[in-house]
């Protein structure tokens, strides 16, 4: 099953619409903070991604990564941060990287336990930035 998550963020499926219970679903902000936590301390720990955040000042990563996922999740928040191919320009990522990102987002949500289904749909909505963040 997770194989196909990594399909769809690969950007072979349509992103989901707009559901504004996802993100009650995944916790509200609270869950939203500890996916975050969760995820970052999983990039950071992942010797095959971990030193892409090695240049990263991490409380700023944390703190856009909690607007960005809340306004993804159809919370309130607004994500005013850089767009994701300004942020990720000069770091050549690829689609290894990406596929790294995303598994080890996936294992952060189970983590906090976020359900299967909710996974998927909140994936889904990610999915179309595989395109601006992968360059090489």
Excluded: W
Aim: aromatic share 8%; net charge negative.
């Amino acid at each position: 099953m997770k194989k196909l998550i990594i399909v769809a963020l690969l950007g072979f499926s349509t992103p989901a619409l707009a559901d504004d219970a996802l993100f009650a679903d995944m916790g509200g902000q609270p869950g939203i903070d500890r996916l975050v936590d969760a995820s970052v301390d999983a990039y950071l720990s992942d010797p095959r991604i971990k030193a892409i955040f090695d240049e990263s000042n991490l409380d700023r990563v944390r703190a856009e990564f909690k607007v960005q996922f809340c306004q993804v999740a159809g919370g309130p928040c607004v994500y005013a941060g850089h767009d994701m191919a300004a942020a990720h320009k000069g770091l050549h990522l690829t689609n290894a990287d990406f596929n790294a990102v995303v598994e080890d987002l996936q294992g952060a949500m189970d983590k906090v336990g976020v359900g299967f289904t909710t996974q998927n749909r909140f994936l889904a909505r990610l999915a179309p930035m595989q395109r601006q963040v992968v360059t090489k």
